[in-house]
Nanobody, 113 residues
Framework: QVQLVESGGGLVQPGGSLRLSCAAS????????MAWYRQAPGKQREFVAL???????NYANSVKGRFTISRDNAKSTLYLQMNSLKPEDTAVYYC???????WGQGTQVTVSS
């Protein structure tokens, strides 16, 4: 069973940057499509970005040009580099193995001055 552990969240000022990490257990990480989602207070969980095993990427319009998803298959780790952060990016960020529906526990990102 794959398990995911996110880290890297925190408090950052508007315009700042953070890099989230998602460490996966299991030896077949490189075969999966991995994704980031987020959930703001009182809102539904929403898609942020995904990366195929081939390395192809897709982003939500709200983060395109500011966020970059990447993966290190040797380390079984997924990343989300977040630049030019806005208060509306405040949410709990979750990583997900899309094929099997496994979620991490989430990491809080707060963008505030």
């Amino acid at each position: 069973q794959v398990q995911l552990v996110e880290s890297g969240g925190g408090l950052v000022q508007p315009g700042g940057s953070l890099r989230l990490s998602c460490a996966a257990s299991g030896r077949i990480f490189n075969t999966y499509t991995m994704a980031w989602y987020r959930q703001a207070p009182g809102k539904q969980r929403e898609f942020v970005a995904l990366i195929l095993s081939s390395g192809s990427r897709n982003y939500a319009n709200s983060v395109k040009g500011r966020f970059t998803i990447s993966r290190d298959n040797a380390k079984s780790t997924l990343y989300l580099q977040m630049n030019s952060l806005k208060p509306e990016d405040t949410a709990v960020y979750y990583c997900k193995v899309t094929e099997i529906g496994v979620w991490g526990q989430g990491t809080q990102v707060t963008v505030s001055s």
